[in-house]
């Protein structure tokens, strides 16, 4: 079994280290669209993603028709076709050069400003949504000392070739497994920590908060740490354009309520989660819907077909 694995993770990984080489050596334009293509035939392949996808944006839009929902589910799966395609070129960007201001559509950067003068940290909320890899050049270039929450690959050759392109501009990569106290070290250094809050985490380290109108079990570790220590939350997405380029959009820093109400901590994961919400509704066809994020228990409707 150990033996087919590392195969596995073998193939895996010179599977990875090819496409990488087509890629970086192809015009942007052309990477792009060619990953948008790939995207609408993997949801082809991957049925079961296809109808979960379906599924969880029907749920979420009971308003939308079948075929209105098709459509977008088709979007999402070119979007995140191009994203992938587009996490390999990471790199590619150049530091010092018109890159950020040429591919980068820039809003709220004065928020970002203000929060890292209070001289905490930042923490910087964001979800699967758009191209938030992006922000890994981004920021760096902008001068802000920036790292990302990540949680390590299955295969450890892919995840340290991924980690390289991730920290090739200046940013660094914290092990999600690693915890709270690896974020608060950074965050003592005076730099910023991105977070995707939108991702399940099973009790006792989450609460059970709306989320396109269904409970989803969501992580306390941001809302506890911005709550003891008073750390400002800058909501922050990277969205992508219709003309490939990007649009990093920054809101005001807040500041959680802290005391001694036991229901404050579900509450600010609340308020935390509505701020991803709203951002995935200015466009439904950017946001992870594919993976199931919806596992907390719920009388099963009698239409239900999918478990999500």
């Known amino acids: 079994m150990k033996r087919s694995r590392a195969l596995q993770f073998q193939l895996e990984y010179i599977a990875l280290l090819v496409m990488a080489a087509v890629v970086r050596h192809l015009p942007r334009t052309f990477v792009l669209w060619g990953g948008q293509c790939l995207g609408r035939l993997a949801g082809w392949v991957q049925p ?21 929902v098709a459509r977008n589910v088709s979007r999402v799966f070119a979007h995140f076709g191009a994203s992938s395609v587009d996490m390999l070129r990471l790199d590619r960007f150049r530091p010092g050069s018109d890159d950020l201001q040429r591919y980068f559509d820039l809003s709220g950067i004065d ?19 758009g191209v938030w890899e992006a922000g890994n050049f981004a920021m760096p270039e902008l001068g802000f000392p920036f790292d ?12 340290t070739y991924v980690t390289r392109l991730r920290e090739s501009h200046g940013a660094r990569v914290l092990d999600s497994k690693k915890g709270a106290r690896r974020i608060l070290k950074s965050l003592q250094q005076g730099r910023g ?7 399940h ?6 609460v059970a908060v709306d989320f396109f109108g269904r409970k ?43 005391g001694a ?48």
């Open 48 to 68: 079961a993603r296809h109808r979960l996808a379906r599924h969880n944006m029907q749920r979420a839009f009971p308003e939308m028709s079948s075929a209105e």
């Open 111 to 129: 928020h970002i400003r203000r929060a890292y003068g209070y001289d905490r940290g930042v923490l910087f909320l964001t979800g699967h949504l």
């Open 148 to 159: 990302v929450v990540a949680k390590p690959m299955k295969n450890p050759r892919v995840d």
């Open 193 to 199: 920590v991105a977070i995707l809050l939108d991702q």
């Open 201 to 206: 985490i099973r009790p006792p380290g989450s």
């Open 216 to 258: 989803a079990y969501t992580t306390t570790a941001i809302t506890n740490m911005a709550m003891k220590f008073q750390i400002p939350v800058v909501p922050i997405f990277i969205t992508r354009l219709p003309d490939f380029r990007y649009r990093l959009s920054a809101e005001a820093p807040m500041f959680l309520e802290n």
């Open 261 to 308: 109400d036991s229901d404050l901590i579900h509450r600010n994961t609340q308020l935390l989660t509505d701020r991803i919400e709203a951002a995935a509704r200015r466009d439904v066809t950017q946001w992870f819907w594919m993976h199931k994020r919806w596992r907390v228990p719920e009388e099963k409707a009698p239409d239900d077909t999918i478990s999500a």
